[in-house]
């Protein structure tokens, strides 16, 4: 295979990845370090895609300047369904965390299907069809400026998890649930909290996403199973590893689509996360538990 | 044991009166759909609820099930019961394979969860790309209607095999309770260590729970394809009957023996009241079955069966 094939694959895998470098991001702080198996994270996507695409049709905001509205908004709805919710419904057991986190992703869908009806939208935007030339390849600008949002965010976070005292205190609740208690610290309000950032991840992977994407009521669940497997390849909790995995993904992706054609391009997906699960359940980048 | 038995016995005959108390067609397809999805929450209970391994891929079992019946009918010409008992078999083997790799390196809670999720979408993905499955297009079984061939003329023949396999399902899990296998099986689901320290193989054990739910899912597959005589890689390999399996256990009471039936049953009447009432509205039914479901777990932790139980 050539170099003129082979570069734009990789590029394309690589903008793609950073996309689900930034769906993961949310779900490593959930999962990997809270370790809530959070099925409703696909439906979550979908409802920050939607609120974009709404902001955009009704008030013709544009999808970028939608930043600042929709991940407050995003952190809102996680804090309170996590709040509200998930955690006053789980009673700390992880089969109804998962039962009633699949509930909220059936309702979410439906709410969406009976608002929006089952059409598949996207939103025109000036910059929509602009490529940028890279090498021999052209990529299309909202892929690039997604790569620079995710290494953003992902950047954003790991100030958050690291300086901040909430950093702190998510990283205590996340290794000694009850020491954290101990120390005076509000468990409910740091699981809440986190669920939060994890749901504004997506509401900025959802500005990012939209001017080169869809949006409909069942969109969210093709990247699920996905950010599971970014967060475990990037070891549990990692945001470097939740980048650097979402890249890898992305190009493996798009190399397993350009060798094995389009319809087996995820199973390498898959395979890859079947066999670090077997064989390196800590990640590639995790260090030994 | 024998009074659980008992128990099974006078299930069947209580469900054989209500099959011929009315012909009516809704009446007995509610019936039937009702006894598939105890079968689906009865097979996920054993691995699930008796050995504590939560599978959110049990489809990978139906899948499995579903496309031996239909393969081994259209392309060699099979009889359709004796693709059955093969469908039911390779389901089993395929739980053994699962069991065997992801059990031999350890693989628990959230983890083994999510990998049995990746072998079902590996599958499903394979089922669209490979040839002899008929592909995205799916597989047809061709009409011959006749019992010898599995596909009966009314509802009745249907309800009867399955309640057979139901019952079956129930014997084996009455089994677990009072068997020695089912004591080591609890045991390695409440303490995997401390099971290990009094003589216990965990793997060996965990292995024979995986090869029975993966039966009793292959023979839901079966059953399928020779009700609805269609089959495609979405419904056979997708994430909906693996939350049908693991929502009807979890709801009616994980590790019961009742549990699943009565799980399916309320799941079943809840989604039928809700199609009724707003069948032509798209999505409202399923908003109000989505925050049902979350209703029962927030005041119902234990599933129906410990509600029951706390009452009475």
Redo the contacts between chains.
Sequence with gaps: MNFEILFPSVLNGLTTGAVYALVALGLTLI?GVL?I?NFAHGASLMVALYAVYWLKQRFGIDPYLALPLVVPGMFALGYVLQRG?IN????G????I???T??????L??????VF??DTRSIETAYTLTTVPIGPAFIALPKLVAFGGALVASALLLLVVTKTDLGRAIRAVAKEKQGAKLMGIDVDHVYAMSFGIGLACLGAAACFLLPAYYVN?QVG?GFV?VA??IV?LGGMGSFAGALAGGLLIGVVESLCGLYL?E??G??GI??I??AV???R?QGLFGAKA | MTRDLIGVGAFALVVLGLVFASSSGVWLNFLMMVLYATLLAQAWNILGGFGGQ?SFGHALFFGIGAYVQGIVQVQFGLNAWLALVLAIGVAAAGGAALGA??FR?G?K???F???T???A??FR??A??VGFTGG?VGLMLPLKESAANLQFGSRHGFIVLMLGLVCAAFAVTAWLRHSRFGAQLQAVRDNEDAARAVGVDPYRTKLGAVVLSAAFMGAGGAFYLQVFQYIDPGIAFG?AVS?EA??GA??GG?GTLWGPLAGALVLHLMAEGTRNLFGQ????N??I???????I??FM?RGLAGWVKRRG
């Excluded at chain 1, 699949?102 to 309702?107: E, F, K, N, Q, T």
């Excluded at chain 2, 509205?281 to 409202?284: E, K, Q, R």
């Excluded at chain 2, 079955?289 to 209703?295: E, H, K, S």
Aim: aromatic share 10%; hydrophobic share 60%; glycine share 6%.
């Design positions: 999962y370790h198996i919710v006053r419904a789980s009673h057991k992880d089969e109804n998962l039962l009633v699949l509930g909220l992703s059936i309702v869908e439906n709410l969406a299907l009976m009806k089952s009521p669940s199973l599971f497997t475990v054609g319809s087996l995820q199973i898959f395979v996360f079947i699960l077997l064989f359940p | 939560f790799i992801t390196y693989l809670g959230s983890y969860a999510l990998v999720l990746a072998f979408e590996v993905i394979l669209v790309s995205g994430p939350v693991l929502v979890i709801v994980m509205l798209p999505g409202v399923l908003v079955y989505g925050a049902l479901l979350v209703l777990v927030m932790p």
